[in-house]
């Protein structure tokens, strides 16, 4: 496991940034239409569509009442879910919900394998993904250089992507909220590993990985009741293992880190009826091997 620095210092946060500055092009990005799923929130940030109407994005770049505007469609964002214990940089991930669906098939798949220091180089190039306005997308392929838990006393989930060859930072203002992706720009169904969070270190670029809250996310948009009545209910997140090896989970200063926020007593009943129906569904498929596509 590589040392790490006593201290994480946050040099440039793009939540400042992304409240005064429209989205910006990924320093030296590549134009591209592949990555529709990235789209803009219309004066801010961006975000990765994962369903048809729901979007991940980061928790400070989290908003309602503004249009996302992706290569997939565009809708209005009505309704914004933030992590539970929030405080930029730590728990910056945010769920947003559209008013009308985006429909696209497949949906972005989400990476359910944590990457952590110790399996970090198993995951070699990963693609910088950013929507420039109007579906317009732009990509840059770099390397993975760290993975961190803790920054100081915030919980963050992030992984590091690394600066770019004249050391400048790969995201630029506006950036927050876009995607990186597990392997080279042209793999076929990318996998999201990241939502663009902050730069960090020596203009490095921090991403916080989706599956630390993944019974959140799955919770949230299980239990989300829909007003408009042609809204699919009970969307789901789709997950997807790249690789396991075990490990343990690496920290930016170990002598400063934080006990895991405790979560409240309702989160930990909903995570317990989650659990409950994995195993169900889990009991109930193994019960029909013959059956597809059971309908859970």
């Not at 030296?28 to 048809?52: E, R």
């Not at 945010?94 to 990476?111: K, V």
């Not at 002598?255 to 569904?281: C, D, H, N, Q, Y």
């Amino acid at each position: 496991m590589p040392a790490v620095p006593a201290q994480l210092h946050v040099s440039i946060l793009l939540a400042i940034l992304v409240c005064s500055t429209p989205a910006h092009a990924l320093l030296n990005g590549t134009p591209s239409t592949d990555f529709d799923m990235v789209g803009q929130i219309v004066g801010g940030a961006d975000g990765v569509l994962i369903a048809p109407n729901w979007v991940l994005t980061a928790g400070h770049a989290a908003t309602t009442g503004k249009m996302f505007s992706s290569g997939a469609g565009s809708a209005m964002i009505d309704a914004k879910f933030i992590l539970p214990n929030y405080n930029f940089p730590g728990n910056d991930l945010a769920l947003l919900h559209l008013s009308s669906a985006i429909e696209n098939q497949p949906f972005t798949a989400l990476n359910l394998t944590y990457i952590e220091a110790g399996n970090i180089a198993d995951f070699s190039t990963v693609t910088l993904a950013n929507a420039s306005g109007n579906g317009n997308n732009q990509y840059v392929e770099t390397t993975l250089v760290n993975a961190y838990a803790h920054a100081g006393n915030y919980f963050v989930h992030w992984i590091v992507a690394d600066q770019s060859p004249d050391g400048r930072p790969i995201v630029q203002g506006g950036d927050s909220g876009s995607a990186l992706y597990l392997g080279l720009a042209d793999t076929v169904a990318p996998v999201l590993g990241g939502i663009a969070s902050a730069i960090c270190l020596t203009n490095k670029s921090c991403y916080v990985q989706p599956t630390a809250y993944r019974d959140w996310l799955d919770i949230t948009m299980m239990l989300y009741v829909p007003s408009n009545p042609d809204e699919t209910p009970r969307q789901s997140v789709q997950w997807v293992e790249t690789v396991s090896i075990p490990g343990g989970i690496s920290s930016m200063a170990s002598s400063s880190v934080a006990a895991v926020p405790e979560p409240s007593t309702i989160l930990l009943m909903l995570s317990g009826l989650l659990l409950g129906w994995r195993k169900f569904r889990q009991q109930y498929q193994d019960a029909l091997p013959r059956r597809i596509n059971p309908g859970f």
